[in-house]
């Protein structure tokens, strides 16, 4: 598998821990988190805590994540075309 998206709820700590060590096991290239309550703990999405867009590449067998936030542009390796910011994702109707 490719990628597997999340949307955070409240058991946040779930999507940021345990599930990440599952995706990372499993050998998913990518795993995104999508954060848009900024619900994450302070370790994964830092502080001020606000709406984050997490995206996990696997590399040598583990995880290297990049957060994103405002107006970034969310890079993908899988997705290498995607334009997107995270502004657009969340405000998207």
Avoid: C
């Avoid at 955070?8 to 995104?32: F, H, Q």
């Avoid at 954060?35 to 302070?42: I, P, Q």
């Avoid at 990049?66 to 334009?83: C, G």
């Amino acid at each position: 598998m490719k990628l597997v998206i999340e949307v955070v709820s409240s058991n946040w700590s779930d999507d940021y821990a345990l599930k990440l060590d599952a995706y990372e096991i499993m050998g998913i290239k990518e795993y995104w988190i999508v954060d848009y309550l900024g619900l994450g703990g302070r370790k994964f999405i830092g502080y001020p805590k606000q709406p984050t867009f997490t995206v996990n590449i696997l590399e040598n067998g583990e995880y290297k994540s990049t957060q994103f936030k405002d107006k970034q542009l969310i890079q993908s390796s899988i997705f290498p075309e995607l334009k997107l910011t995270v502004e657009q994702i969340f405000l998207a109707e």
